[in-house]
C-alpha cells in the first residue's frame, strides 16, 4: 500500500492535528479549516477562558493550556497530548512572536528564541512517537521570510544571549528566531528520512494579524491594511492547511514554501547549510536536555 493511499484513508478516518497558537490570527483560520475538514483539532492557549472560546468557535477536540515560553509548560503539554491520544497525524507548530523589547524568559532564554524556536523543537521532540504512529504523519512549522533579516549568526550564543534592543532593532531578533526555524525543520526532514514522517516549512507572507499585540496602533493599521486589501491572512492559513493535507506532497520533506510565489524557495544563508542545521540541532539538543529527558 503506498504511502499516498495510506494519507487518504487516514484523511477519511480524520486525522488528529495539534496547532499551536490557534486562539488567533493565521492559526485560528487554519484550525477552523482544518475542523472543517472533518480532522479532529487540539489547540493551545495560554489563557483558559480565551482558550476555551476558540476552542468553540473552532470546534476543536479539546483545549491544552500552558505558556510557551515555559519550557516545562511545552514538556507538560506534549506529555498530556501524548498521553491522551495514541496517534498524532499532523503537528502545525504556529505560534510566535514579534517582541519590540528585549525580554528573558523564567528559563533564562531570550524570549522570541524560546517561543519561536525553542518551544517548538521541545513540542516536536515530546509528540514524534506519537507523530511516528500515523501511517502519514506531517510536521508543519511556520516560519517567515523575515529570516533574510537576520544580522549576524553565531552559535551557540544566539540560543541564549539576551541581548537588549527596541522596537527599532527587534525585527533582526525576530528574523534569526525565524531562521533557526527554518534550519530546525530542514535537519529535521533528514533525520526522518526512510520514516513515516515528514517536515516542512513555510513563510505565511505578511498578514494584518502578524503585525504584533505590542506594536502601538496595530489597531488602527490593521483596518487601514484590510481596507486596502493588503495583508490578508486567510492566504498563509491556505498554505498552512495545504502543506498539513494536500496528498500531492506526500513524502515531500524538509521543504520551505512561500505563498507568496505558492513555490519552494531557498532560505537564507546559513539556513541552506546542512553543516551548520546539524551544529544547530546538536547544540539544540544538548541545551534542552533537562527538560526533554524528564
Known sequence: MGISKLFLERLAMGPTIVITGATSGIGRLAAVELARRGARVLITARDAERGEQARQQIGADRVFLGDLGRLEDVRRIGKEISDGYGRIDVLVNNAGLHAFESRTTVDGFPEMVA???????????ALLPALRRSPAARIVNVASEASRRHGTFHLPDDLTTTVPFTAKGSSVHYGRSKLLDIMFTMELGRRLGGSTV????????????????????????????????????????????????????????????????????????PGDDAERQAELWLHTERLLAPWFAR
Not at 517561543?115 to 521532540?125: C, F
Open 198 to 269: 515528514t517536515a516542512n516549512c513555510l513563510d505565511p507572507g505578511f498578514n494584518t494579524t502578524g503585525l504584533g499585540r505590542e506594536l502601538r496602533l496595530s489597531g488602527v493599521l490593521k483596518k487601514a491594511f484590510t481596507a486596502l486589501r493588503i495583508g490578508d491572512p486567510s492566504r498563509g492559513a491556505d498554505l498552512i492547511v495545504a502543506l498539513a493535507t494536500d496528498p500531492a506532497l506526500d513524502g515531500q520533506s524538509s521543504g520551505y514554501y512561500s505563498r507568496r510565489v505558492s513555490r519552494q524557495i531557498r532560505p537564507a544563508a
Open 115 to 125: 517561543v519561536n524556536y525553542l518551544a517548538p523543537w521541545l513540542l516536536t521532540r
